[in-house]
């Protein structure tokens, strides 16, 4: 500052010596008169301007903060629309799901303020479902918002017009969104009505001064809801208008002075274009209110230049004699430029002096030094742009090259680098120097102050409110605020859920009655013993309520008391109130409990026992006294292996360190233990770990052993006798096959010596009877040896030594190769035998081998049960499952239906005299059937006496899964 005013000291000083010191003098004074003046109307002006720019600024605050309240309160509204849409689109508008629809309709209605109803309209606008009792009749097809959701994709939300609800009297507007299926396709709309009361009662306590206005606009200019209320305005569009055909449309933002289109005030207007809604929020100061202040200081200035002129005429004649006081002037100078200096020296806002053009800082003052721990020397050798935050450089550059475009000052917020390398929070008021001509002197002069403190307290009340606004709007406990006279001022929603009452109800009042009578007391006695200030910071204690629907359920209370710093008084009690009634009836159940189990655990034949993480015991029940003859406190701190085998004691402490570890929850073990008299006791014992309820940490292990010894001793006796029985049931598997095989040897040459004789291959046998005798050898030796061969078979299939070689199969074939080596005896017995195989038949899976041999016995007995003149029928056929079939159906003597589960069991027969006519031994059938089932197939009887009989054998077809499977396992 010296520097500067030095050459203008020295020039005056010249001046004075070449002309007459009154003409120096006069000139002087008029010069600074005028200087005066003109600095002071110019000062006043740049007020003027500075005064709408700070209204400007406040609005522009008050208008984000509003339309961020507004955003919160509209989303909290859509919440549950967006929960009923991703419902839809998940399972659609089902009729047998519209009353699970009604009662979430109706939870999310009482649990959200804003919202006044609920409802789902399907795709011809009728009520699906609501938050009301009942539904309403008509369509609401022809409704702007239905028409709007049906005719467009546009999933997001929408909001409607203002109109006035025929159930409250009030303006209302609708929040909605279109329903699509799972396939994209329209099925209706889902619509929240919200009141607009909510945004009288946010505006009512906003300061905007006696002709203010808060005014909310959809995005499209439709006038939604004005503070002061106009109704004629509601739902009329202003899109031509300045604010949207001017501002809106160019940035999200911004502030501006205009006459309102409504009213025609005019007003300093500041708005917000929200970007996740439709909404414009605006706020208007009438400018007349915004320069109240500046007009009245403007007056002041007046008369201050009035006297100022009265003064200069006055001391115009006094000239001569101020002259004569030049050198207390100078004297006086030099010590104002010493209070100049002082004050920029010490000042703890920094001082910048900027080149219009090349932005280079010409001073700095020291304040530098605080705010940003650089000296002025440091700053003026470095470019501005290169100190500030990238992500303001940009906009602050664009606001100094503002003012050498015309701009009268700039005033931006924004980080600069502190010496450190941090951010510093700075706002930098910068104003272009202008000559007594009103002409650029080529420098901007800025004041720059460190906010930081600022920005982080504003940042930190806005987080402070938003969290103590969700946690009080969404806690599961009661908050209440309550005044040093007892009443409520404040009650959170969770009361509907804890006592059945709306917040309304209990706010504004002191009437304890939800207090149990027995507890009002004591509740009052605490309240006031904590406004006083006497027992602890929180106190907290628990007392009886009594429920809207009469009820009673126990709550605990933590109450804290705010007092005023400066005098102690309280200002109001926060009180956090809890439902611990099922606490209370768990801790009174436990203390039950907890008797009931000592009692069971000191009276139970089982021992019970304690155990720690790493394995020690903690308790032990009466009952180890009675099975392992130790007293209980002789075992009691020992480790649980010390009395285990130890061929066992490995897996029992393996098991208990998966359980002390956490691993494992539970676990059973059987091992043998230590009698106190030395002999050996079988135990199984079942372990559990314990948890803690709320975080999960094993806290110990709880086990209950029980004696097992004469369980284990049954078990291996049963062991023993299992394998006795195994050993048998292989030896007379191993004799059956023995002797089979033994018998078949003579049998093959009986028979085939039979055979020479009877067809006479080596001469004639000299008599009839020889021949006759030969036949009947050689029938008996067949006869024999097919039922040898059964029970051949059947001792392979017991032992699991038949093996099956599947392969896909033609049933037909089969059936016609079978048939035809049945013909012969079918015809000596007089029956007609036939077959019908269809063409089309799928191919089935199965042994050729074995499928002929089942085939064979089912013809053989169907034969051999069938009169003579009877009929035997043998077809393939496809059965309802898809699977192939060989049905064989007879007209024989049949089977009555007690008598069905016998012939299908290994020598199996029913006694009667037309069945003792055939010969057998009762394994064709039982043989056939497991055959079948090893093939995968089963074979079922239909029967009936005097009638007949069909048996049908089911296949796997190739292309079945199972069919495919079985080859692949016989491959």
């Not at 007379?732 to 004789?757: C, K, Q, W, Y």
Request: aromatic share 6%.
């Amino acid at each position: 500052m010296e520097p500067a005013l030095q050459p203008v000291f020295r020039a005056a000083r010249g001046r004075l010596g070449g002309t007459t010191v009154q003409a120096t003098a006069a000139g002087l004074v008029v010069a600074l008169v005028l200087s005066l003046v003109g600095l002071d109307l110019w000062h006043a002006w740049n007020a003027r301007a500075v005064a709408l720019d700070i209204a400007g600024v406040r609005a522009q605050s008050l208008a984000d903060s509003t339309a961020q309240q507004i955003a919160r309160a509209i989303d909290l509204v859509d919440l549950p629309l967006r929960e009923v849409q991703d419902r839809v689109a998940a399972g659609g508008l089902d009729p047998a799901r519209a009353p699970e629809l009604d009662a979430l309709l109706r939870n999310r209605a009482r649990a959200t303020p804003q919202l006044r109803d609920l409802v789902v309209l399907d795709q011809d606008g009728r009520w699906f479902a609501s938050s009301f009792a009942s539904h309403a009749e008509g369509s609401a097809e022809g409704r702007e918002f239905f028409q709007m959701h049906r005719d467009q994709l546009d999933r997001d939300v929408a909001i409607s017009a203002p109109y006035l609800s025929r159930s409250t009297g009030r303006y209302s507007i609708a929040i909605s969104r279109r329903l699509d299926d799972a396939h994209g396709r329209f099925v209706g709309v889902a619509v929240a009505a919200m009141d607009l009361s909510f945004f009288d009662n946010l505006c009512a306590g906003l300061p905007l001064g006696r002709h203010g206005t808060i005014v909310l606009f959809r995005s499209d200019a439709v006038l939604l809801t004005r503070w002061p209320v106009l109704v004629p305005v509601l739902g009329k569009s202003f899109a031509d208008g300045p604010l949207f055909r001017d501002h809106v449309r160019q940035s999200p933002t911004g502030a501006f002075v205009t006459p309102s289109m409504i009213d025609g005030v005019r007003r300093v207007e500041a708005y917000h274009r929200s970007t996740e809604l439709p909404l414009v929020v605006v706020i208007g100061v009438a400018e007349s209110e915004a320069l109240a202040r500046w007009r009245r200081d403007f007056r002041a200035h007046l008369v201050g230049i009035g006297l100022l002129g009265t003064l200069s005429g006055l001391l115009g004649w006094r000239l001569v004699a101020l002259w004569r006081r030049q050198n207390e002037a100078e004297i006086e100078t030099a010590r104002v430029m010493a209070d100049y200096r002082l004050l920029a020296e010490n000042a703890g806002d920094m001082i910048v002096v900027n080149d219009l053009v090349t932005l280079e800082r010409h001073y700095v003052s020291p304040a530098s030094r605080g705010i940003f721990g650089f000296s002025p020397e440091e700053m003026i050798a470095t470019q501005p742009g290169d100190q500030l935050h990238p992500d303001d450089r940009d906009r602050v550059i664009a606001i100094w090259h503002g003012l050498a475009d015309g701009a009268g000052e700039g005033l931006s917020c924004h980080r600069m680098r502190h010496a450190d390398g941090s951010w510093v929070w700075v706002e930098s008021k910068a104003r272009l120097v202008r000559d007594a001509a009103g002409r650029p002197t080529g420098e901007i002069v800025s004041l720059v102050r460190d906010v930081g403190a600022r920005i982080a307290a504003e940042r930190a009340q806005r987080e402070s409110e938003a969290r103590f606004r969700a946690i009080a709007e969404n806690a599961t406990d009661m908050i209440l605020r309550i005044g040093p006279d007892c009443t409520r001022r404040y009650v959170s929603p969770a009361c509907r859920e804890i006592l059945g009452i709306e917040p309304e109800e209990m706010i504004g009042h002191q009437n304890p009655c939800l207090i149990h009578p027995d507890d009002q007391s004591m509740v009052a006695d605490r309240f006031a013993a904590e406004l006083r200030g006497e027992g602890p910071e929180i106190g907290v204690y628990s007392f009886r309520a009594l429920h809207r629907d009469g009820h009673t359920l126990w709550l605990e209370a933590r109450d804290r008391v705010l007092r005023d710093e400066s005098t102690g008084r309280p200002i109001e009690l926060i009180s956090m109130l809890r439902d611990v009634t099922e606490r209370v009836e768990q801790a009174e159940a436990l203390r039950e409990s907890e008797a009931r189990y000592r009692l069971l655990a000191e009276n139970a034949t089982d021992m019970i026992i304690r155990l720690t993480l790493d394995g020690r015991r903690v308790y032990l029940s009466p009952a180890y006294r009675d099975i392992l003859g130790y007293d209980p406190d002789e075992l009691l701190q020992g480790v649980t292996g010390d009395i285990v085998l130890a061929a066992d004691r490995p897996k029992v402490l393996a098991t208990l360190a998966e359980l002390g570890a956490g691993r494992r929850d539970a676990a059973a073990i059987d091992y043998r233990v230590h009698h106190r008299d030395g002999h050996l006791v079988w135990v199984e014992t079942r372990v559990k770990l314990v948890r803690d309820a709320a975080t999960g940490t094993p806290l110990e292990i709880v086990g209950v052993v029980r004696d097992v010894s004469l369980q284990k001793a049954n078990e291996e006796k049963l062991r023993a006798a299992r394998e006795e029985a195994e050993r048998s049931n292989r030896m007379r598997s191993a004799f059956f096959s023995n002797m089979s095989h033994e018998l078949r040897t003579p049998l093959n040459a009986v028979i085939g010596f039979a055979d020479l004789m009877r067809q006479e291959s080596l001469g004639p046998l000299g008599s009839a009877k020889y021949r006759e005798y030969a036949e009947d050898i050689h029938a008996s030796g067949e006869h024999l040896l097919a039922i040898i061969t059964d029970i051949l078979d059947f001792a392979k299939l017991e032992a699991g030594a038949l093996v099956l070689h599947q392969e896909s199969v033609t049933l037909g074939a089969l059936v016609q190769t079978s048939c035809r080596l049945m013909a012969a005896r079918a015809e000596q017995k007089g029956v007609a035998l036939n077959y019908v195989v269809t063409d089309d038949m799928p191919e089935a899976v199965g042994d050729p081998v074995r499928i002929k041999q089942v085939l064979l016995n089912l013809l053989s007995n169907a034969i051999k049960f069938t009169p003579v003149g009877g009929r035997v029928v043998v077809s393939t056929s496809l059965l309802a499952d898809g699977s192939p079939a060989i049905l064989v159906a007879d007209t024989g003597i049949g089977i009555a239906q007690e008598d069905l589960s016998k012939v299908i069991e290994p020598f199996g027969q029913v006694d009667n005299a037309r069945n003792r006519e055939g010969d057998g031994t009762g394994l064709g059938l039982p043989l056939s059937r497991r055959l079948m089932e090893m093939q995968g197939g089963t074979l079922e009887i239909a029967s009936s006496l005097g009638v007949g009989t069909t048996v049908t054998a089911r296949f796997q077809r190739v292309a079945d899964d199972e069919g495919n499977a079985a080859l692949a396992s016989t491959g």
